[in-house]
């Protein structure tokens, strides 16, 4: 895989699959072993019985042969289980063969197809698992379409043959292996023809094979940059009609949209010049067949219902193995989408993150276990309700590769005090956040909540002690009860009783927190957003708050309350507040000067404001 600076570029694979594909692949299918086990079972004995139909026929039509000395006419004996058959006997055999077959073919398509479907899912959540918990870099270098990518059509062509479309497959590898007993009990003789077939569509199969592997995988990697490129544009369509760029990117879009359908014809090439070719092959050797079965006839090796029932099965089969091989092509391209995910699944999370006990892949990530899940939650309820944060000589930088962005920052805030962050853009107040956070990992220093290392906390555990008011509000599609009470932990009074205190009391009812709420919160105000953002905080009680230019975009009834909110609703609290309107800041205890990264001074309101005011004006 190849780097450059800035952008990861797209995953290309070459070669055989990887172990771990096929290992992904057992562990979305290991849950439902018995039962998938079972349905195989269920659905092999049903092929067995419709396509056994034919020998029973061919077995009757034997039964009316009379030999005769003068035409030459030869009979074979039948078998003893069929010498006292009437008509009637054979028809109701018949009836109850296809009857019992189909039924049994009809269950094996249903539960095996809805247990596929159930582990292919399984493998997504697991990927999802793991995406959710990748280091921020991840994030910082990959295109949102990427992922988006991975999460939709990857999935969507894993989906499309692991799920239902398997039992058609497998139902084929019944037929063959049914066939091939079947025709062995018409007559030995055309097993030959049949491992003929097998063999030559197999040669022909490996030949393709790479070339059918390769197309698929150079579709797939086309895919995402036009995807990503649609998402870059939908997500900043403002910007582009503020700066009237509609063209430019419209341009970008159709010369990648067509890179993708180019390669889609020269995929959908290569698939239709192989299947012809194994339809040419299977003809040929159909030829083959009916003039070795003339062959045998004139030779008194066979009957005419062996011939009917033989030529019969050889005629399907000819067409199952095409089949089988055709299916066995478009599995390369489910496998190419299992391939990128099982990327991600095995890709290393950030430090410090670990899985939910739930996760049933051994992929080497840490992972919880029941029992630490419960003495998380019971260490959540135990938090203080206020906590001191420290900074002791922290360097902070967002990759190796990239310069630092803190250079030996160190300052204490005691638990319970209000410190404002100030500094011009770029001087390191976000890096200071990112930090705090752990969002990156931590290169030298450390940071101290509550008196203890950063380090010796579980990740989830010490970021329960911080909450946070960013400047472009955090909401998610659903209700605001769901966007209020994350883990599901309050009742409606609680919920209701602080909405009334950050004033949207008009929500704060049963029926009101089943609002919705649309994408990123798009039906409300951004003053809506914020405060809601804020109950968010006060639900959650964090003894940490961090407000990151909070008051920046809104109106001045929602600053007004979001300003009362630091020095009333979040009184008990240690606080961190950025912002760029220093009114803001002069009830805080402390203000923190950021200046390139370095802490330039640390003092009251009335000692750093008027400085910084100065330096504004007059750098």
């Not at 189909?102 to 249903?110: E, G, K, P, Q």
């Not at 399984?122 to 698992?129: H, L, N, P, V």
């Not at 037929?175 to 025709?183: S, V």
Request: net charge positive; glycine share 6%.
């Amino acid at each position: 895989m190849k780097n450059n600076r800035f952008t990861e570029q797209e995953v290309r694979f070459e070669g055989k699959y990887a172990r771990t594909v096929f290992q992904t692949l057992y562990f979305g299918y290991r849950p439902f072993f018995y039962r998938i086990l079972f349905c195989l079972l269920l659905g092999l004995t049903g092929r067995a019985l419709l396509l056994a139909n034919a020998n029973v026929i061919g077995i009757w039509v034997d039964s009316f042969c009379k030999p005769s000395a003068q035409t030459g006419s030869i009979c074979r004996p039948l078998p003893l289980l069929f010498e006292t058959f009437s008509t009637k006997d054979f028809l109701s055999l018949l009836l109850m063969m296809s009857l019992a077959g189909f039924l049994m073919t009809l269950v094996y398509r249903v539960l095996f197809s809805r247990l596929s479907a159930l582990a292919v899912s399984q493998i997504y959540d697991e990927t999802t698992f793991r995406t959710s918990r990748m280091p921020m870099s991840f994030f910082d270098q990959t295109p949102a379409g990427r992922i988006i990518t991975r999460f939709s059509s990857d999935y969507g062509n894993v989906f499309r043959i692991f799920g239902g479309p398997l039992a058609e497959f497998l139902a084929i590898i019944f037929d063959l292996l049914c066939m091939m007993i079947l025709i062995t009990m018409a007559s030995p003789y055309y097993l030959i023809v049949v491992a003929c077939m097998m063999l030559a569509n197999f040669i022909l199969y490996r030949s393709k094979r790479e070339r059918l592997r390769k197309a698929r995988r150079d579709l797939s990697a086309s895919r995402s940059p036009s995807i990503a490129h649609f998402a870059e544009t939908a997500q900043g369509a403002s910007a582009i009609r503020s700066f009237v760029k509609q063209k430019s990117f419209s341009q970008r879009f159709l010369k990648l949209d067509s890179e993708f359908l180019n390669q889609k014809l020269k995929t959908l090439g290569v698939v239709s010049r192989f299947s012809f070719e194994m339809g040419f092959l299977t003809a040929v050797l159909l030829l083959g067949t009916g003039t070795m079965a003339w062959f045998l006839l004139q030779k008194g090796l066979l009957t005419v219902g062996s011939i009917g029932v033989a030529f019969g099965f050889i005629a399907l089969a000819g067409n199952t193995i095409q089949m089988f091989f055709d299916w066995m092509a478009q599995f390369e391209e489910a496998l190419v989408g299992m391939e990128r995910l099982d990327n991600y699944i095995r890709r290393p999370l950030e430090p410090g993150a670990k899985l939910p006990s739930r996760s049933l892949f051994e992929t080497g990530h840490e992972q919880y276990t029941q029992s630490q899940e419960l003495e998380l939650s019971r260490l959540h309820r135990q938090i203080p309700e206020r906590c001191s944060v420290e900074f002791s000589e922290v360097r902070f930088r967002y990759r190796p590769d990239l310069p630092w962005v803190l250079h030996g920052v160190s300052f204490s805030i005691p638990a319970g005090e209000r410190w404002g962050i100030i500094g011009r853009t770029g001087s390191g107040k976000s890096s200071l956040i990112q930090a705090l956070f752990r969002m990156y990992p931590l290169e030298d220093g450390c940071i101290r909540i509550d008196g203890k290392d950063q380090s010796s906390f579980d990740l989830t555990h010490y970021r329960s002690h911080i909450a946070f008011i960013a400047q472009d509000p955090v909401l998610f599609r659903g209700n605001i009860r769901e966007n209020l009470d994350l883990e599901n932990k309050h009742t409606d009074e609680e919920l209701c009783e602080v909405l009334g205190r950050v004033g949207l009391g008009h929500w704060g009812t049963p029926e009101g927190l089943h609002t919705v709420i649309e994408e990123k919160g798009r039906n409300l105000s951004q003053g809506e957003r914020q405060l809601i953002c804020m109950a968010r905080c006060l639900v959650h009680r964090a003894p940490v708050v961090v407000m990151d230019e909070a008051t920046a975009s809104v109106d001045p009834q929602s600053e007004e309350i979001l300003v009362r909110a630091t020095e009333e609703f979040f009184a008990e609290r240690t606080q961190i507040i950025i912002a760029h309107r220093l009114s803001t800041l002069e009830k805080c205890h402390k203000i923190l000067w950021l200046q390139n990264g370095h802490v330039e001074m640390i003092g009251t309101p009335q000692e750093i404001l008027p400085v910084f005011r100065r330096f504004e004006n007059h750098p």
